[in-house]
């Protein structure tokens, strides 16, 4: 503990602790993948925002879908011969490139040579295999455009949480390699804006794209961990994504227009549910996108390579692994630094919430293709940003916790409770070495007594005696808390309050303040003194003793007074000694009612400071004793009560 105190006055110490426990309580989140599905989430948050800032839908591509209608009337799976009417329709339009989503291993009569003969005709058709399907089985693409070397994979690759966020270019059933339908589509188009993959200076094993590299997703790159990286992987970023398209009854009835299609790239797929092809997207929180069809995935894929190699945009680029560690380390210090701040919790929790949303921010400003596409691991970040702060919050919380259980213990024992929470909060300018700082203030002190309560007293058992004692002062020392007065000391049956102490009020208003709150504790104690206590010791069979206070406001000296093992708080000076002579101050006065009960008598520093609507009598002036010069005395008369 010894250590741990040293170590939280030294900043940069418990900083550093901190920092490093964190990451060796968090190295499990890591090791065991557990900060994945966070980093997932969020990334598709990100994603979303990055689509936002996307234009409008890529009008190059054209999608035809097969939707639930167009089975009923056609049948599925669809027969050769629709699709054949289906290609004619659209190659008549001139389209740049035709991609056919539907697998054609095997014929689907009628029509089955009308659909090979249109297959043959037609040199800018792709059709689409599966390298392996969820048996691991193969499924062939159209045999007459696997001889051309049309045919491309549609497997996708789908996260543990069955999210399609990763594209594939190339993969390899162990024996053959293969590309993609997108890429082969897109290739195709490219062609003719005389645009060809090359091999990247960075990586010769790389893909090149216009000016754009591809590298392949490794299995730890962003928030991934362990990933399955086989094949060339990319990220899809789900941008410029067309989403509607033309029924394929529409164009077979021709009634799609050809101007929509020329130098288009159409691509034909199955639109409808019960065919089982849609995929979960990043967008799967959007309650009018659950899920795309597997043909709009992949019309997806093509926008992207399009715009990878014609505008040097379109990739999502996760920052290697050496600099997401720098960059969560970052902030985990950052957190522990905040953590740190000499604040109170409510305070340091804000700053650290504010500062929280930091991470997220950047990251979400970098994936941005304006900003380089960079995939920052932002909720491991954030999380450690959160756990080294509350971790360094919460131990200088706990030592703080035994430093206030040590001080209150001495505090507590020169002040009231509410002093000590306000020594407390501004001990660093009052406390010196454990005491309370003496200091020369003005302040207004009160002074109570009750008439005769000696020899009253000497008749009364000590219980009865203690009893009411207590009754009293319990009365009397609560009119002086709720008026913002502190109980300096009991002396007997007085009590001697002071207002404004241990905390000195610094302005002439301040100081006003104190004597008008003194004034009207006073007013109070005679109200609870006359139509509470005494009306209860009659009942009671107690006698109901009268009350006498003096109050003065000056100059005193406050400060912790007594030996180490016995301190008290208190005040010294002329200032307390005035207070004590008025209240004591043998006068003869016609009184009667309340005022009778609780005489108030205050000095002329004090009367001159209290409001107007305070009415006070003019007693002259009198001596006192000790005092060389007589003092103008007055006394509070009843109805000034605020």
Not at 104 to 125: F, M, S
Not at 433 to 445: F, I, M, S
Not at 608 to 621: H, I, K, N, P, S
Request: glycine share 8%; with cysteine.
């Amino acid at each position: 503990m010894k250590l741990a105190r040293k170590c939280q006055e030294s900043r940069p110490c418990s900083v550093l602790i901190m920092t490093a426990a964190v990451w060796v309580l968090a190295a499990p989140l890591f090791l065991f993948g557990w900060s994945q599905n966070l980093e997932l989430i969020l990334y598709d948050r990100l994603l979303k925002l990055r689509a936002a800032q996307a234009g409008e839908a890529d009008d190059r591509i054209v999608l035809i879908g097969a939707v639930e209608k167009d089975i009923n009337r056609f049948n599925w799976p669809l027969p050769d011969g629709v699709l054949a009417q289906a290609i004619e329709r659209i190659e008549a339009a001139e389209p740049a490139v035709v991609g056919i989503d539907l697998y054609r291993e095997q014929p689907r009569p009628p029509g089955h040579e009308e659909l090979v003969a249109a297959l043959t005709k037609y040199p800018n058709i792709y059709g689409v295999k599966r390298v392996a399907d969820a048996k691991g089985q193969l499924v062939g693409g159209a045999p007459i455009l696997e001889k051309a070397h049309r045919v491309g994979f549609a497997d996708m690759t789908i996260d543990d949480d069955g999210v399609a966020r990763r594209g594939l270019l190339f993969m390899s059933d162990g024996k053959t390699h293969s590309a993609a339908l997108a890429l082969k589509m897109a290739m195709h188009y490219l062609r003719a804006h005389k645009i060809r993959p090359t091999k990247s200076e960075q990586n010769s094993h790389w893909m090149k794209l216009g000016e754009t590299t591809i590298a392949p997703l490794q299995s730890n790159d962003g928030g991934y961990l362990g990933m399955d990286s086989r094949g060339y992987q990319y990220l899809v970023d789900y941008q410029d994504t067309p989403k509607g398209f033309f029924t394929l009854s529409a164009v077979v009835d021709g009634e799609v227009p050809p101007s929509l299609l020329k130098d288009r790239i159409v691509l034909i797929g199955a639109a409808a549910d019960s065919v089982k092809d849609q995929f979960i997207t990043p967008f799967r929180f959007d309650a009018d996108e659950p899920y795309r069809y597997g043909f709009m995935i992949h019309a997806q894929a093509i926008n992207q390579l399009l715009r990878m190699a014609q505008e040097g945009t379109g990739i999502v680029r996760p920052v290697h692994q050496w600099r997401e560690w720098v960059w969560i380390g970052v902030w985990a210090l950052l957190g522990a630094l905040i953590g740190g701040v000499k604040r109170s919790v409510a305070q340091v929790a804000l700053l650290g919430g504010l500062a929280a949303l930091i991470p997220v921010s950047v990251s979400a400003v970098l994936i941005l293709p304006g900003a380089g596409g960079y995939w920052l691991p932002s909720a491991m970040a954030t999380l450690m940003f959160l756990l080294a702060g509350g971790g360094v919050l919460g131990v200088n919380s706990a030592l703080e916790r035994q430093q206030r259980a040590a001080l209150f213990s001495l505090v507590n024992r020169l002040v009231s409770p509410q002093v000590a929470e306000e020594v407390w909060s501004q001990r660093d300018a009052i406390l010196e070495g454990g005491r309370l700082q003496p200091r020369k203030q003005v302040a207004t002190v009160l002074f109570t007594d009750l008439e005769s309560f000696t020899s009253t007293s000497e008749d009364m058992d000590p219980s009865t005696l203690m009893d009411w004692l207590n009754q009293y002062m319990q009365a009397m020392a609560q009119q002086v808390l709720d008026h913002g007065g502190v109980v300096d000391k009991y002396i007997g049956d007085a009590i001697m309050a002071v207002f404004g102490a241990p905390l000195a009020s610094e302005t002439e208003e301040a100081i006003n303040s104190d004597a008008r709150n003194a004034v009207q504790c006073a007013l109070a104690m005679r109200r609870v003194l006359s139509e509470q206590l005494q009306p209860q010791w009659r009942e009671s069979g107690l006698p109901p003793l009268n009350m006498r206070v003096g109050i003065h406001t000056g100059e005193l000296v406050t400060g912790s007074l007594g030996h180490s093992q016995r301190m008290d708080y208190t005040v010294i000076g002329d200032t307390v000694n005035v207070a004590s002579r008025l209240e004591h101050l043998k006068i003869d006065l016609a009184l009667d009612g309340p005022e009778r009960v609780c005489r108030i008598l205050i000095s002329e520093e004090t009367k001159r400071r209290l409001a107007e609507d305070v009415r006070v009598q003019t007693l002259d002036e009198i001596p006192l004793k000790g005092k060389r010069h007589l003092l103008t005395v007055y006394r509070v008369l009843e109805g000034s009560e605020r």
